[in-house]
């Protein structure tokens, strides 16, 4: 045995030893953590999960048409197929027409082929009154759509308990027919639209909050502290007044009727109501009126603690005033300006209320369209796919603003 | 203060022009909060100023009509119980990751942050369709449940922020002098951690009792709160109530800035 | 020219001046004054330290020089221009502050490069340049690095470095040394001083430091209340201090009340409190008052029997304190009627001098020194 290896062992052993001792303390440590952790799993991170399986549970074809479904598997799938398909469907149909769940498949079904719902409807009604076969012509002769080859891929392929349909959908993709991944048609595209218009609003309303906050952090650090304690009061009071309050006044502000327009009229700047409400306009000002104490107080808290000597420093070196705040002390407070960014930019990424009651139609955010298809159209799958869609574009950028800036340094006040 | 003793014109002349563009800012910022207040005095039930008439009609039905009155008991009442639930789990977490031994800190407190980050509508449809697999949607604890994972990052945050300026020697001190664990957190740690603890406790109220979006999703009108019933007031029709609601939710806040500002200024003493 | 008697300005002939304060007033509140009447040259080349206590007005003073805050009133010339109303950066002087000031978004070479685009040094000429300056302070090796990952000692090094490379011929430097340790604090005493000397640069330094000062220093102006006490060379201060609070200010001394008698043989007579008769070094420039304060350093005071007949002061008293300090006794002994006088005693002539017991002591008149105030 050489010395080398002895060393090494002692080494090993002594950073076993190491980390055993200090077991007892961590275990103390992470102990106190856990019931929240423990809570958050359940409370918060579960249902997050169950709705990353809503996106992709697909139970209905499953359930309702077990039978059509196993009498497929014999399926050429070119073909129309034979009576012992249509038999099972038939059998399958008269269940559901009793239990009422035929509209459930149709709806299902309605998703991937248009008018399928009343078709699978019909056809369960049909089937209720058929004592015995041959079905198939009685199908045939109800609709053609029972002979295309694609409607029984289509049932066939959502006999499997996942489905990436909703996914697919909520990024404006589809599975052609032979099973590949393709593009909608663009007049059918919608759903990267709504995304990228999240995006967009969310990058305006950064960059205005920015330019609006940027200054006022300044001013916070230069004014006489009772003055800045006066300035801070009325960045953090509305972060405390209610998102509703906040965005009420805003529509009160905004509406036809309402004060700016007045304002406006009585100027004389315009002879006519300016449409401000329902409005991107209105919409962006709104947000940027909610987020701005989010950009400023972590820029704030950067620019607290650059050294006043620094600019004098740049100053005796021979840097005149613009010179010595560009390079020397705009590049300081970066830190802040990417930590109060990415943070406005993340919240502005789940608007919701702001967006629903002073937005128009061509203003309202993915998180307006998973309510819509949640509440009205009870597309449950699709609002979940839009959801990991926007859940998987905000983790993306909070993983960022971790590697940037960190949870650690998130302040309030 | 404003300007450095050694600035040149120029350098005076664009601080005005800044300190002025602040001051609008400011202004912006502030403005429109107060806009509520005069509109939910007057007696005409549209929202134009100058009021013509005051009144205190729309205070009389805020308090007088059942739906608004209950909505406010609702929320009150879901405010505190997600108080009492997160300032508890939110301690507890704070003061295992401010110990020097915690494991994978990065890690788990980028978890306990996530709730802050998460997109509300997500945290909503999730838990309105989680929690109706055992039937918690359309039922105050549901509504808590949800309330207080939102709530705890505050409590975290502020706690943690206050227990980083917390002398460790302090809980060392009191064990040498014969206090057990227990007995030196309530009457050593506890005591000097307490305004974190109470600020944390404010946002946790504030953010149950402003909170729409999963109030919108898991409340049936039996549990409606009363940003909930503003929302729904705003999108029908907008009703002058809501004038007098914002306005006592703007005081209710100032109140509880109000309270935090005087505990931070305790604190900093 | 100016209407200030010629004497008020000290030894410096003004055609040599490269700075001067004339009647230099600064208030921040117009009722309280933090520099009072200020008037002071520093001559080319010369190492100056304004040395005293936290707010004495030294480094308010060092500010106005820098162009970092206005005199309230007066003029300041740099190479006989008033430059009251220049910005900082019109000066071209080189300046140290307290805690460095590197910037910490550059790093090093940048930082010492930074002065030189001003300048109009770029490139190779640049790059050249700040090489030199740091191969000047050692730190060839560290261009690339960022100012957080040095020591101490280096971000000294670089800030100094950082003030000299675009070769201003005055440099400032606001208490350099304060954040470093002892021993790297007396090496770099030495560096800067050599630098300082190598190069031919006028330096104003402001410290609180008198060891730092006297070490360091062409001449020292004691800064106290706002206003210069004293201006002199280290050794004329130590060995011959104007008034109580420099004499107190700079290094251990015994100051003691007295009332003047005579003139004798060219010193001074005195008598003490307890009525005993001491003569000392006739310093007194106008003799015109009575109550004065006898200063003596503790190291000039003696035993008794180790001078045995010179022309000395003797007196006696009750030792109250012995302490060991390595090379020397530190005695606390009662005289003249109560006063402690401290005296440094080598450890190899204390013999049977214990606490309680009465010791005898001497010291020279030269070094015995009348102070008026």
């Known amino acids: ?413 | ?269 | 020219m100016n209407a200030m008697p010629a004497d008020t300005f000290t030894t410096v002939r003004s055609e040599d001046a490269l700075v001067r304060f004339s009647q230099v007033k600064k208030s921040y509140d117009g009722i309280h004054y933090v520099v009072k009447d200020l008037n002071l040259d520093v001559a080319k080349g010369e190492f100056l330290t304004m040395l005293g206590p936290s707010g004495s007005g030294k480094t308010t003073t060092l500010m106005m020089l820098g162009g970092f805050e206005r005199p309230t009133l007066g003029q300041i010339l740099l190479n006989g221009n008033p430059v009251e109303r220049l910005p900082p950066e019109r000066r071209n002087i080189g300046f140290v502050f307290q805690n460095y000031a590197l910037f910490p978004h550059m790093t090093v070479a940048e930082n010492v490069a930074f002065p030189l685009r001003y300048r109009g040094i770029r490139g190779a000429a640049a790059g050249a340049k700040v090489a030199r300056a740091l191969g000047r302070v050692g730190l060839e090796a560290m261009g690339d690095r960022r100012p957080a990952q040095l020591s101490g000692g280096q971000q000294q090094r670089v800030a100094l470095a950082r003030a000299l490379v675009f070769e201003p011929s005055l440099v400032l430097m606001d208490e350099p040394l304060g954040a470093l340790d002892k021993q790297l604090r007396e090496r770099m005493q030495i560096e800067i001083k050599h630098l300082q000397t190598s190069l031919g640069i006028t330096m104003v330094y402001v410290t609180h430091d008198q060891s730092e000062a006297l070490t360091m220093s062409d001449r020292i102006a004691v800064f106290h209340d706002g206003r210069i006490q004293q201006l002199a060379d280290p050794k004329t201060l130590y060995n011959a201090p104007e008034n109580r609070f420099v004499a107190g200010f700079i290094g251990e001394n015994n100051t003691m009340p007295c009332t003047f008698v005579g003139r004798e043989a060219g010193l001074a007579v005195v008598r003490m409190a307890d009525g005993a008769t001491l003569r000392a070094a006739d310093t007194l420039l106008s003799g015109g008052k009575a109550e004065l304060s006898l200063s003596v350093r503790p190291e000039n005071i003696g035993l008794a029997s180790g001078q045995p007949n010179g022309p000395g002061n003797l007196f006696s008293g009750q030792v109250t304190d012995m302490f060991f300090l390595g090379d020397h006794m530190r005695l606390s002994v009662a005289a003249f009627g109560g006063q402690t006088v401290t005296a440094r005693i080598p450890v190899g002539q204390v013999r049977g001098i214990a606490v309680g017991g009465t010791v005898h002591l001497a010291c020279s008149p030269a070094d015995c020194r009348l102070l008026e105030d």
């Open chain 1, 1 to 413: 045995m050489s010395v080398t290896e002895t060393v090494d062992i002692e080494r090993i052993r002594t950073f076993v030893a190491v980390r055993r001792a200090a077991r007892p303390a961590r275990r103390a440590a992470l102990s106190l953590a856990l019931p929240l952790v423990g809570f958050l799993i359940v409370a918060f991170i579960a249902p997050i999960l169950y709705l990353l399986v809503t996106a992709v549970d697909n139970p209905e074809t499953r359930s309702i048409l077990p039978r059509t479904l196993t009498a497929l598997e014999s399926w050429d799938g070119v073909s129309t197929p034979d009576e012992p398909v249509f038999a099972a469907l038939a059998a399958d149909l008269k269940l559901a027409k009793e239990d009422s769940t035929a509209s459930q498949a149709g709806k299902r079904l309605n998703y991937e082929i248009p008018g399928m719902r009343s078709k699978v409807l019909a056809a369960s009604r049909m089937a209720a009154g058929l004592e015995a076969g041959p079905y198939r012509e009685k199908f045939l002769d109800q609709s053609e759509i029972w002979a295309a080859p694609e409607t029984w891929s289509v049932i066939r392929r959502n006999g499997a308990g996942l489905t990436p349909y909703y996914l697919l959908t909520a990024v404006d993709l589809q599975q052609s027919p032979s099973g590949g991944i393709e593009g909608v048609a663009p007049d059918q595209a919608i759903f990267l639209p709504i995304l990228g218009r999240t995006l967009l609003v969310a990058g305006i309303v950064t960059g205005l909050t920015l330019i609006l906050g940027y200054p006022v952090a300044y001013v916070l650090t230069i004014a006489p502290r009772t003055i800045a304690a006066v300035m801070m009061l009325m960045v953090l009071l509305p972060l405390w007044t209610s998102l509703l309050v906040r965005t009420t006044a805003w529509v009160v502000l905004l509406q036809s009727d309402g004060v700016i327009n007045a304002v406006l009229m009585a100027l004389h700047l315009t002879t006519e109501k300016v449409q401000l409400i329902f409005t991107r306009f209105g919409t962006v000002t709104a947000m940027t009126h909610i987020q701005l104490p989010f950009t400023i107080l972590p820029i704030y808290s950067v620019m607290r603690s650059i050294q006043p000597t620094q600019l004098r420093a740049a100053r005796s070196l021979g840097a005149g005033p613009t010179s010595a705040f560009w390079r020397i002390y705009a590049p300081q407070t970066l830190p802040g300006v990417v930590a109060g960014c990415l943070m406005t930019f993340i919240l502005s990424l789940g608007y919701y209320i702001t967006p629903a009651l002073v937005g128009g139609p061509q203003d309202q955010m993915v998180s307006n369209f998973i309510s819509v298809y949640i509440n009205r159209d009870l597309n449950w799958g699709l609002a979940a796919a839009l959801g990991v869609v926007l859940l998987l574009v905000t983790l993306a950028i909070y993983g960022l603003f971790l590697r940037l800036v960190g949870a650690d340094k998130i302040k309030l006040g």
């Open chain 2, 1 to 269: 203060m404003w300007l450095p003793s050694y600035a040149t014109p120029s350098e005076r002349l664009s601080r005005i022009l800044v300190v002025a563009f602040a001051v609008a800012v400011m202004l912006f910022l502030i403005a429109p909060l107060f806009i509520i207040v005069p509109l939910s005095f007057s007696k005409d039930p549209f929202f134009t100023l100058p009021v013509r008439e005051y009144s205190l009609r729309w205070y009389e039905d805020l308090f007088g009509n059942p739906r608004w009155f209950e909505a406010m008991i609702n929320s009150a009442v879901a405010a505190v119980l997600t108080t009492i639930l997160a300032t508890t789990l939110g301690t507890l977490a704070a003061l295992g990751i401010a110990r020097p031994d915690f494991p994978y800190r990065r890690a788990i407190m980028a978890l306990l942050i996530s709730p802050m980050i998460v997109p509300i509508v997500i945290v909503a449809v999730g838990s309105y369709l989680f929690f109706g697999e055992f039937g918690l949607t359309n039922t105050r604890a549901g509504l808590v449940l949800a309330h207080t994972a939102l709530a705890t990052p505050f409590v975290v945050i502020t706690v943690t922020a206050t227990l980083s300026t917390y002398d460790t020697n302090l809980t060392r001190a009191a064990n040498s002098l014969g206090a057990s664990g227990l007995s030196a957190f309530f009457r050593v740690t506890l005591p000097n951690i307490l305004p974190g603890v109470i600020s944390g406790a404010i946002f946790a109220f504030a953010t149950s009792f402003d909170e729409v979006v999963v109030a919108l999703f898991l409340t049936a009108a039996e549990q409606r709160t009363l940003p909930v019933q503003m929302f729904s007031g705003i999108r029908d029709q907008i009703n002058p109530t809501i004038m007098a609601a914002a306005t006592m939710l703007l005081i209710l806040s100032i109140l509880l800035f109000a309270a935090l500002a005087l505990l931070t200024r305790k604190k900093a003493r």
